[in-house]
């Protein structure tokens, strides 16, 4: 399973205001938004990113 990077990320309020009332228009975090925001820049720019697996949700299947 991969697990997301962390950092501390410095925003001007009026982009980050900007960014979270984009977000809630689109039932996003914040967070989702940025990752989103920043996934369609790069694809701009001609660099594709795979998306990483999705961990697996919900209860493991029996074992029999």
């Given at each position: 399973?991969?697990?997301?990077?962390?950092?501390?990320?410095?925003?001007?309020?009026?982009?980050?205001?900007?960014?979270?009332?984009?977000?809630?228009?689109?039932?996003?975090?914040?967070?989702?938004?940025?990752?989103?925001?920043?996934?369609?820049?790069?694809?701009?720019?001609?660099?594709?990113?795979?998306?990483?697996?999705?961990?697996?949700r919900g209860r493991?299947?029996?074992?029999?």
């Amino acid at each position: 399973m991969a697990q997301k990077k962390s950092f501390a990320l410095r925003l001007d309020p009026a982009v980050h205001a900007a960014v979270e009332r984009l977000a809630a228009s689109e039932l996003r975090s914040a967070n989702a938004e940025i990752e989103m925001l920043l996934r369609e820049a790069l694809k701009a720019r001609g660099i594709t990113v795979e998306q990483s697996p999705r961990p697996r949700r919900g209860r493991p299947p029996r074992e029999e």
